[in-house]
């Protein structure tokens, strides 16, 4: 019997360096707009998991320092909420990776505007996910960083914001713009898949991939 390698499709970095830096601003707002996620999406684990610590450190001294609470609470705010909902979000894929019951493995998550009433029926739709991703949730962030400077004279979260929104903006049209299918031959048969919003678990392509072995065998 031949060896075979399976690789995983989905939302791997399209531009070197452009591509994860990108994700890497992302993120951080991206685990507020939606859940679901593939376990590798989550990545790189170390760096994330880092940046956590490093925001409960400085979440501690702006609340014990004398004055820094005043400047620092919405950033402080903002970063422990992320770090609670990322890290929230990686053992629910953890989990899901061992019972093999998510989506395939970069799976970029389910927008919450999804889940709204009326709108449950637009699950799975690729175009509407796509224009949910590319446009509304930049858009959200862009109206709260405002909402930040004009009305709470915010400066630090709300520019950071700004940077994010990019980000998300930058990245997402990245993904559209590569989303053409990929195709890769697993034993004489083609497994398709759409970029961020495919459905087929990695799972389930090698134990496919383990029977067509044993059949050709």
């Known amino acids: 019997m031949k060896d075979r390698q399976?690789?995983?499709a989905g939302a791997q970095p399209r531009i070197p360096i452009v591509s994860p830096v990108l994700h890497w601003l992302a993120i951080p707002a991206i685990v507020y707009f939606?859940?679901?996620?593939?376990?590798?999406?989550?990545?790189?684990?170390?760096?994330?998991?880092?940046f956590s610590w490093a925001t409960i450190l400085f979440a501690i001294y702006a609340w014990a320092e004398e004055g820094a609470w005043q400047s620092y609470w919405a950033l402080s705010c903002f970063g422990i909420g992320a770090v609670?909902?990322?890290?929230?979000?990686l053992i629910i894929a953890f989990t899901r990776e061992t019972r093999v019951t998510g989506k395939h493995d970069f799976y970029s998550g389910t927008s919450h505007i999804l889940r709204l009433p009326g709108l449950k029926q637009f699950?799975?739709?690729t175009r509407i996910a796509v224009a949910i991703q590319l446009w509304i949730e930049p858009f959200i962030v862009l109206v709260m960083a405002t909402i930040l400077r004009g009305f709470f004279a915010e400066r630090l979260l709300s520019k950071w914001l700004l940077f994010v929104a990019i980000a998300m903006w930058c990245k997402e049209f990245i993904n559209y713009w590569y989303q053409a299918p990929s195709s890769q031959e697993t034993g004489g048969r083609v497994l398709r898949c759409r970029g961020d919003d495919g459905r087929q678990t990695f799972s389930n392509a090698v134990r496919r991939t383990q029977r067509q072995g044993t059949q050709t065998s």
């Open 34 to 50: 939606r859940s679901g996620f593939g376990f590798s999406f989550l990545s790189p684990k170390s760096v994330f998991l880092a």
């Open 6 to 8: 399976i690789h995983t």
């Open 84 to 89: 609670i909902l990322y890290v929230t979000h």
């Open 123 to 125: 699950r799975g739709v």
